[in-house]
């Protein structure tokens, strides 16, 4: 495959892509149903800014953006049964289990793990440690850009994050789970293996606890926003979005099979922070996953990092112990 030069880099020359909003199919059909597909996002956006900022204090809770979240999801699900961007995509019985295995994984195990060694803990300590007299600044902003900053500032931590999975080796064995799925769908942010999964969640968010306002604005925004990054439904995007917001097509870059296509678009929710780091290629790709699109079990998810780090272990080990210098070519 030829390929097209993005930059410095020639992308797609070992699986088919498509590189330029120009050369992205749209969604076809009457004009209520291309206005539908073309302001349902920034609708949803706007919907959700205005319902947490008037909201009372007596719904503005976290339990309430959970039953957001759900809610929304299991409206993604619909849209992707009746709307599928691809036939290839379409969700099985099968799938759908696993994605539900790791939802579960998430909401259950990972989340208690995370308040006893992870992010939740990590934060709690610092926050019984600082003097948080010194945020009054912070507090005193406008509310939404309070919201704006904890978000960016979110993102900008899991682009870095993100980034090094891609650039390290001991990170990159537990995210490389990750880039084996073979479709994207609702879900599919949730596969992955428990080490990453775990790592992907720390961050910065928690430290805005006290400001619970803020706070649930800046989780509108992820999920108005990172939710379209695993979803099998096509949109006629805005031009103002995807210069500035994640979308489906460009993650689903992030999971070709090109190599190439799969070290960019590394962000969650804000592509200009791609941008402005350049590493943000836009373009689409059906064909998804390592190893020419081969699917990995529950069993192996679970195992690989471990089982692939320690090959790789042995192979150092013998090579030292056998004086074998020659190159072994990066991952």
């Given at each position: ?191 992955g293996n428990p080490v990453e999964l775990f790592l992907i969640g720390l961050g910065v968010g928690g430290f805005f606890d006290f400001l619970p306002r803020a706070a649930l604005l800046a989780g509108a925004l992820g999920l108005a926003v990172g939710t379209y990054q695993h979803i099998n439904v096509r949109f006629n995007t805005p031009r103002w979005w995807r210069f500035t917001f994640n979308t489906t097509e460009h993650h689903s870059l992030h999971h070709s099979q090109d190599f ?72």
């Amino acid at each position: 495959m030829e390929g097209v030069r993005v930059g410095k880099r020639m992308i797609g020359t070992q699986a088919p892509v498509t590189i330029g909003w120009e050369n992205i199919p749209r969604v076809e059909g009457g004009p209520f149903k291309q206005a539908f597909f073309t302001w349902f996002q920034p609708a949803v956006l706007f919907g959700l800014i205005l319902f947490w900022y008037y909201a009372p204090n007596s719904i503005a809770k976290a339990s309430t953006a959970i039953g957001i979240g759900i809610g929304f999801r299991v409206l993604m699900l619909t849209m992707e049964h009746f709307f599928p961007r691809y036939e290839s995509w379409r969700l099985t019985w099968k799938e759908l289990a696993t994605d539900l295995f790791y939802v579960g994984l998430g909401y259950t195990i990972l989340n208690v793990v995370e308040d006893f060694i992870g992010a939740g803990a990590i934060i709690e300590a610092v926050q019984h440690s600082a003097d948080w007299e010194k945020f009054h600044w912070f507090t005193g902003l406008p509310l939404l850009l309070q919201a704006f900053l904890i978000s960016f500032i979110f993102d900008f931590g899991q682009y870095w994050m993100h980034r090094g999975m891609h650039n390290w080796y001991p990170l990159w064995l537990p995210h490389s789970v990750h880039h084996y799925i073979t479709q994207l769908n609702i879900n599919k942010g949730a596969v992955g293996n428990p080490v990453e999964l775990f790592l992907i969640g720390l961050g910065v968010g928690g430290f805005f606890d006290f400001l619970p306002r803020a706070a649930l604005l800046a989780g509108a925004l992820g999920l108005a926003v990172g939710t379209y990054q695993h979803i099998n439904v096509r949109f006629n995007t805005p031009r103002w979005w995807r210069f500035t917001f994640n979308t489906t097509e460009h993650h689903s870059l992030h999971h070709s099979q090109d190599f190439e296509a799969s070290r960019s678009n590394f962000c969650n929710t804000w592509i200009i922070i791609d941008r402005f780091f350049g590493t943000c290629v836009d373009g689409e790709a059906e064909l998804l996953g390592m190893e020419g699109g081969r699917r990995m079990s529950i069993r192996e998810q679970m195992t690989y990092p471990f089982t692939e780090g320690w090959k790789s272990i042995k192979e150092r080990i013998d090579r030292t112990r056998y004086g074998q210098t020659s190159a072994v070519p990066a991952e």
